[in-house]
Every structure is written in structure tokens, then in C-alpha cells.
């Protein structure tokens, strides 16, 4: 029966070929073939499990291979961006002959059946074997081996462990360690000398399989398939069948095609229709069915295979001690140890059952099944935008140049800005997305009544009063912070005063009309002007008294018209036209003066705090180029706006990066125009409540700091982060709007981007999945280090690979520091900046700060370099004896304080690793991995930890074997450098704090010091620039000092906790360490304010 006849016989609409099918949303489908599209078990790599079961032949790849490289298509929609060819690569997870995986009965048999493996040798040799489990499930074999076949085996019951990713000696120090995936690797640790048998699987989802498997059969040995007759299998079916009993109104065991459907959507509603449909004929066909009515056990395999998504059930096993669901003390070690919930309790774990397990018995039982697992993971409390973020969460009452402003250029445009038409709704739009500066042209018009439009172009024109009246509706809608109204005036004097009434009689008080004081160095904060609006616009000097008077003109148009008439010819730009202001629309103008910019010589002479420039893209990109210390310092105190190129007639965007990294304020950007550059502007914007305004990074408020808008390096007194990100999954990505040449078939991939200074702008991609839109499974991880955090943005972009041209699925674009840590979902959003139903991607996020374990890289020292190799952080020389005297005694301080940092966390690094965890895992889930090596035959611990002191020591409850006793050795030296740091860090602390204060006091002096040194010139400024380096230095490291004292008293808290959740507690439960200060009473270390600073280049070092 094809397809056709069996929909129509169902009642159901059947396209015919060419015909698209319709969803239920209304939204066309083609027709495919027949695939459940899920990831699971390849066929391709691991046997079938059905009676003609044939072992099937991988083909040997070398890990090193390179490939043909077609290219990547400039859909990102930046001009900027080179094309970069790239590898074509081809994930075989997600084909449509796959196998399901879904309990950890699938992944015995899978192992029974076997699979290809390499095996990984300390000598970077790699031998392909095939491995299988015994049918008795005793033992573990390979194939081929020189050995005898009685030898070429694991015994399961000698396996002590099971381990993830590269996290042995065999692959630390192998030669080909960044060839293999860490998704791929996992390690079996054997044998009373804990010997290791290093593996790397094909794909991330067979390594899954076998380290779940394995896991089981340690757990369970010979009764571990009684065990997985699974309590999830049977609170999954109990769920189901009351489902299905509701559903089944005639209770004839059976509903209608049409039911069927609209109950799975109902309970996964990203699955297209004709998926469903399609599923439900697979199951009549193979049993060779006629009719179309569903039974109970046909739905229950019906939602089986298509909603079962087998990363997260691996995730599952991985926390439930080896069940099929999450208890409660279960699901409060993953919220603890991956999700990064602080104070979590059992009432929390049952408040997340309550909330999101399907079943009556889970609720009843506290257990969280795997559907109340991915309903949980799927939900706003494992978005990856941090909530506190999305209220307004920083510090407010900073001066107004002290904040990023979300602000438009050409608000009125709806299209381009030559021929394109103006409308109030582009006002509408901005300022509903949080938008704190409109622009606002304002030329004569008919009937006496101002409009504004661009002018000497043909754009259309709207009337001033009406974008008024708007303005005063829609000005405070999405936030309470000022709103700046840039006024471009090109009206006559008979027409201002008619703009002055407008703007008075419709914005009344909102208008912010105080003069600014005198005695003020800098602007007022947005606390200060709530609920304000400011013009910024021309103002007729201090001592005019008459009605009017004569101002220079500001005229984008023109100079767009000039560059456009001019085009090819040598750009020569005619000097400003003069105007008449009114003084009354000139005394609306109070804190937003317009005024022209010459240099920074002269602004930083004569600028007042109230005045603001306007730049050209261009001039702005040239003043970030040549002078991008003193642009920064600029914008400390005073407000810069950019605007776009005259150039951009159609209203494309600049990259807002280029200039917020040199402090830029108002970067105005066309709000019509979507893509990349849009992307960033919102994005960045969400933080802080999207409120429209951002707090700048501290490096560039503090009046002496340090900072180069160009820096292609770590950044002087700033820490670096490294961003772990795996990307894992993707759901219902569907197909790019306007592609027709291949149906709806996708073949996904992901680049990752970091935005931000350009030491730190990077991206890395994903293989490419083919034809599975659904849910194509990634499982590749990706390592970035970030220089500035606080300028930094991450961007999830999921492309169509496509050797005509790769096109654009969707994205995502949030800050550095909005990301969440933990398992998370990121919803997509198409170009124009919608969210796209159901499309989301899977992702691990992992924030540390130091590279750990694993290969040298080649920033640096190397891993190996022993202590007296370290890079310490030095000050420059000034050449000015006095204050080069009192920066000589920072050298000891700030050698210590890097030996306490650097010291304390290597020997957390080494512990990590001998826990065999990489970097990015915490010292909870240190403890939780080491807990089954800690127990003896008996079950009884072979070491508990003396919990009664601030500082928990490990106790030996018996003759240790070597690999244990080197554990407690490596423990001990982390808990001794921890004690060192937290009883010397404050005396350090204080004496960098004295250098500082004594250098400030030079400060005020320093230009008559250089003076009288025969300092001058070049000189005097690199000595300048020499002082405000040393004094970021010192902060940095002072404030280093300072998180490291909290990650010391954040890891013993852990320690504390993970050793009760073990059960390796001596004589059970004890006091908390304090996680405020140790046990002596102490100053804060919190005296110098501000940033977390760090060295330029804290070398990375072997903890082998």
C-alpha cells in the first residue's frame, strides 16, 4: 500500500509527487523518505542485533587525513570575512538505518554484537580492533590479537573503572593527543595495578554506548539485564497507556491515525506530521497490518522511537548510579556538580520532579524518568541565558560615559537610506527592543510643519509631531534609563519654534532641561536620569542673550550625496554650513552637546563633560587605529557617538565591535537591516535586563588603567578565561527559507563564534550531519581562550552545508557573561531575528580559568616547565627615579602572590587528573568519579575523610595499594598549598595595595616629574603610559590573589560536601569550613575595587 492510499484511507491529505504536504501549523512540508532520523546506534559501526545479524567492516581512517575542501558561503553576511575552506566532513550517527538506543539493554546487546574500536598505545600507535562482550557477559574480547584468544580479554569483574574523554597518562602524553576526539575516547581501568586499556571509539554515540554498558555490567555483573528490565521502561509505559486509555473514547483498545498524531504532537510538538505518519506505517507494514486504527503498544513504540533521544538518556545513566531514572539525591548531584545550582537541597530536586515528571508514580516515588529528565533540560531553567540577567543587574548610578547606549541610526528608515521610505514604526520597533538613542532629521516642511527624512536623498518623509507623539508613548516602555534624542536641525527659524512647542507640549518634564553643574567632572548615571529624555543637538554659546543665533550644521545626508557624486574622484569634503538656532530648542540641549571633534589633544584640554562628538565610521576606525590608548581614555570621560559610512547607501551595518572596544558609547546602528552585525547589537544588548544600557568594562572606567583597543594578546591586569563548549545536539532545524533545489532535506553543521577585542575573536565548526534536520547529534567540543571576558560574545550559528552555497538556518548571539554553565538549550532565531518553533541546539558549557593536563600548548611556557621557569608579572621602568623606587617593591609581592595562585592550582589540576577528570570538572565531581576507587571488596571505604577541621584530610583505613596511596599524596599537596594560600594571600594582598597607594601619589604630579627628568616627547608619554600600566598590573594581580582565596574556600566547601554524599565521612557529618574567610579574623581583601585583573601570560604547567 503506498503512502498515498494509506493516508487517504486514514483520512488524511496525501500529497502527490511535486505536491507539498502541510503540517498542522500550516507550514509546507515535502514529502521524505522514510527515516526516524534519530541518533542512536550507527549500523555502520556497530552490528545489528537481528537474527541475520552480519559483523560489518569499518573502513580504517587515519586520524591525521585531510580531504577535499569545499567553501564556506558568506551567508553570515559579512563582507569583512574571508571565505575559509574547510574540511567536508560527514557524520554517520544519524542515518536512517540506525539503530535506537534508549536503555541500557540496547547497549548490552550492541556489545554482544560489537564494534570497531582503536586501540591507543603509549608509544602513539594505534591498532584497529574489533571489540564484543561474551554472551555470558564475563568477559571482554578483541579481534585480531597475537595473543592467545584466552588472553586477549578483560575479565569485567577485574574492571574498577570506567572513564570519559582523555583522561589518562596513555593519552596525556601521546603524540597524536589532538588528533583524537574527546568525545570519542574513553579508558577502561582494570586489574589490581589499575592498568588502563585506552579506546576511541568512531563516534561519540558508540563510545556512549560502550562506557554505559560497561558501567552496568561493573554495577551489576552477571544480573545486570534482570536489572534493566527498567523502572523508566515501565513508568514510561504506564504514562502512555493512561494516555492512550483517555484517548481511546470507544475503549476498543485502539485510536485513529489522526488521534495518534495529535496526541505525539501534543507531546513533542517539533515533530512534523509527515514523520509521524510515516512512522505509523513503518510499524503496519512490518507486521503487515491493513487498516489504519493505532493499538496501545504500537503507540508506545511509536513515541518510543521518535521521541527517545539518546544523548540525553546517556546523560541520565550517567548521574542515577547506573538506574534508569534520577532520585532525588541524584538529581541534586547534577544540579550541584553540572548545573552550578548553589544551596541545593532534596526539596529542590523534589520541586523539579513535581514540576517536570510526566508520571503519577515518579511524583509519588521522587524519581525523574528520562521524559521528566528531557522535559526538565528542555525548559527556561536550562536556557543558557543566566536569568539574573534578565532583569537590570549592574551597577546603575555610574556616570552616563561609563555605559554602553543601544542606539539606531536613521530610526525613521524602514529600507535603505537613499530611496528607501520612512515610517513612525521604525521608532516603534527600536524603541520596543530596548533602543536609548533615535535619530531624528528634521528638515522643512509643507503646511509649516517640520518632517524628517534623509536629506538630499529620495527618501519618503514623515511629519515631526506625529514621531513625537510616538516618542512619548513608546520611550519608556521596554526601560526606564534615559532616552536620547539625537536632533539633526536643518529647519528654519520659523519652523524651530514650531518644533520647540511640539517637543514641549507633547514630552513636557520628561524633558531633561537642568543645566549641568560646573564643578561636575563627569555626566550624571541613568539611575540619575530616569524617565528623561535628553536631546543632543547644537546649542548657541553661554553668553548669547538674543533669540537666535548662528551654529555650524550636522548634515549626514549631505556628506552621503557629496561621496556619492563624487564617487571615484579624490574625496574632498567642503567645509560645515552655518545655520540659525533658536535659543529655545538651543536651552532644550543640556547634556548632549553637539560640538566638533579636532584631536585628543584638545579634547582632553578643553572638551566639557557635557559636550559629545559624533564620528564618521571611518574617522572612527582610523582614530581605534592610530590612537587606540587615548581613544579609550577619551571615552572614559566623555560620550562618542559613531555613525555609519555615508558609503552605506544601502543601509548595511558596521561591526559595533570595532568601536566598543575603544569605549565608544553610542554606536548607531541601522536597526532595519538584519544580519551578523544586528545579531551582535542584539545579542549584547539582552544583558542587564535589556535595559539599553551596558557597564562598560572596568579596565576602561578606572581613571589609571591600561588598555589598547588593538591588543591581539592576553590584556595587562586582566585574567583569561578558557571557554569550554560542546556542542551535542540539535532538534527540528528546519529548512532555509527561499532553498528549493533539495527539498527539505538538511545536512546541518554549527560554527561557534567568539566576537569580542581581537586577541579573542575566533570560531571553530561541527562535521556536517547529513539529512537530518530533526535531530542531528554533533557531540564535538570546542576550547577558546577569552582575553576580556566582559567584551566578549559567543554566536551558535547552524548552517545547511551545501556545495552550491551553505545557507542560513539560524543562530544565536549572547555574552560571554550571560553564559550558564551546564547542559543547556539555545533557542535559534532566523535572519530577521525571530525565534524559530521548536529549533534548538544542545550544548555543554564549561567556564575555567587556566589551561589544564593534556599537551603543551603553544602559548606559554610548556606544560613541563618546572617552578623556576614561571613567568611573573613585571612593572616597566619610567625613568623617573622616585616612582621607579617604589615600583622595585612590588617585584617580591607580586612574585609571591602568582607562586600562591599558581601553586595551589596546579596541585588542583593534578588531582583532577588523577581523578581522571580534564580542567573543566569540579572538585565535587573529582570526588563523586573517585568514590567507587575509595571502597574496598567489602563495600566498606578504604579511605574517609576527617571532616572536623577547616581542612578535610584523607585517612587511610588500611595498607593501601600504590596507585591509591599516590591519590592521598596528591591530595595532601592540594590541600597544603590551598592552606598556604589561604593563611599568607592577605599579607600579600597588602603590600601590593601600599605600592599602589604610594604610586597614586604621584599621580597628579607625574607630568612635572617627567619634566624635570628631561623627559619629553615620546618619552614622557611612554613613561605615562609606563605608570598606568604598573598600577593595572597591580590591581590585577591583587584581585587574582583575591578569587583565588575564593576558589580555595569554594573547593574545601566541595570537598566538604561531596565526601557526605559519598559516604566517606568520618563518624558522619561535621561543620562546614566557613566559606566567608578562614579561621582567624581578617580585613576584607575586597579595598581595591573593581575588575578581576590578572598577568599578561601566566604560563601553562605539567601536573604529571
Known sequence: MSMAEFTEKCGLFSPSPGEKASDEDGKAQHEVSVSNGDCGLPANTVGSTGPDNQRLETANTSVDSKSGIPRRTSIIKDGSRQRKERKKTVSFSSMPTEKKIS????????????????????????????????????????????????????????????????????????????????????SIIYGENYESLDLVANTADVANIWVTGLRYLISYGKHTLNMIESSQNNLRSSWLGELFDDADVSGSNSISLCTAVQLIKKLNPGLKNVKIELKIKELHKAKDKIGCDVIKEEFVEMYHDLCTRPEIYFLLVQFSSNKEFLDTKDLMIFLEAEQGMAEVSEDTSLEVIRQYEPTKEGQLKGWLSLDGFTNYLMSNDCHIFDPEQKTVCQDMNQPLSHYYINSSHNTYLIEDQFRGPSDITGYIRALKMGCRSV?????????????????????????????????????????????????EN??????????????????????????????????????????????????????STSSEGEVTDEDEGAEMSQRLNNEGEQQTLTQPKKFQLSKDLSDLVTLCKSIQFKDFQTAFESQKHWELCSFNEVFASKCATDYPGEFVNYNKKFLARVYPSPMRIDSSNMNPQDFWKCGCQIVAMNYQTPGLMMDLNIGWFRQNGNCGYVLRPAIMREQVSYFSANTKDSVPGVSPQLLHIKIISGQNFPKPKGSGAKGDVVDPYVYVEIHGIPADCAEQRTKTVNQNGDNPLFDESFEFQINLPELAMVRFVVLDDDYIGDEFIGQ?????????????????????????????????????????GGKPHKRGLSVRKVKRNREYATMRILLIKAVDEVFKTATQPLREGADLRENMQNAVASFKELCGLSAVANLKQCMLALSSRLMGPDSSPVVLFNLKEQYPTMEAQGILPDVLKKVVSTYETMIQTSRTLLENSEGVYDRMLQVQKSAMEFHENLHNMAVKEGLKGRKQHKSVESFTWNITILKGQADLLKHARVEVLENLKQLH?????????????????????????????????????????ISDEDDN
Open 439 to 487: 535619530e531624528l532629521d528634521v528638515w522643512d516642511g509643507p503646511d509649516n510643519e517640520p518632517v524628517i527624512y534623509t536629506g538630499h536623498t529620495m527618501t519618503s518623509q514623515i511629519v515631526f509631531r506625529s514621531v513625537i507623539d510616538i516618542i512619548n508613548k513608546y520611550a519608556f516602555v521596554a526601560s526606564e534609563f534615559p532616552l536620547i534624542l539625537c536632533l
Open 1057 to 1097: 560536601y561531596a565526601a557526605l554524599a559519598c559516604g566517606l565521612a568520618k563518624g558522619g557529618p561535621a561543620a562546614m569550613p566557613s566559606t566567608g574567610s578562614d579561621s582567624r579574623p581578617c580585613r576584607s581583601l575586597d579595598a581595591i575595587p573593581e575588575k578581576a585583573l590578572g598577568e599578561e601570560d
Open 812 to 852: 544565536y548571539t549572547i555574552p560571554f557573561e550571560c553564559l550558564q554553565p551546564g547542559f543547556r538549550h539555545i533557542p535559534l532565531q532566523s535572519l530577521t531575528g525571530e525565534m524559530l518553533p521548536h529549533a534548538w541546539l544542545f550544548v555543554h558549557v564549561a567556564i575555567t580559568n587556566r589551561r589544564g
Open 103 to 186: 536503555s541500557a539493554s540496547d547497549c548490552i546487546n550492541a556489545m554482544v554484537d560489537g564494534s570497531e574500536l582503536r586501540k591507543v598505545r603509549s608509544n602513539s600507535r594505534v591498532y584497529h580492533r574489533y571489540f564484543l562482550l561474551d554472551a555470558d557477559m564475563q568477559s571482554l574480547r578483541w579481534e585480531p590479537s597475537k595473543k592467545e584468544s584466552d588472553k586477549a580479554k578483560i575479565d569485567v569483574k577485574s574492571i574498577k573503572e570506567v572513564r570519559t574523554g582523555k583522561n589518562t597518562d596513555t593519552f596525556r602524553t601521546n603524540g597524536i593527543y589532538d588528533q583524537i576526539s574527546e568525545d570519542s575516547a574513553f
Open 490 to 543: 536643518h529647519c528654519s527659524l520659523k519652523q524651530q519654534k514650531l518644533m520647540y512647542q511640539h517637543l514641549k507640549k507633547i514630552l513636557g518634564d520628561k524633558i531633561y532641561t537642568d543645566p549641568p553643574k560646573p564643578e561636575d567632572n563627569y555626566l550624571p548615571s541613568p539611575n540619575d536620569l530616569k524617565g528623561k529624555i535628553l536631546l543632543k543637538g547644537k546649542k548657541l554659546g553661554s553668553t
